[in-house]
């Protein structure tokens, strides 16, 4: 009996530590998963702020060209 009382103490002690571990491990993926999320976050206002100035530049080179083209028809 004092066998079984100390092999399931062994064991409760392995199940404490693996469970600590699991939950370190855990608390480490949500804070990676946070990090990531504001990051994508950011870069996704980043992308969104280069795609506005892409298009006003886009509709400057095309206004250019038009005083360029009624230019060359003078």
């Known amino acids: 009996l ?39 976050g950011d870069l996704r206002s980043q992308k969104q702020k280069l795609s506005r100035q892409l298009r006003d530049k886009e509709e400057e080179v095309e206004v250019s060209m038009q005083k360029i083209d009624a230019m060359r028809q003078d």
Do not use: C, G, P
Request: aromatic share 2%; hydrophobic share 30%.
């Open 2 to 40: 004092n066998q079984q009382l100390v092999e399931a103490s062994e064991r409760l002690k392995t199940q404490s530590k693996e469970l600590r571990d699991a939950h370190q491990q855990r608390k480490l993926a949500v804070q990676e998963f946070s990090e990531l999320s504001e990051r994508m």
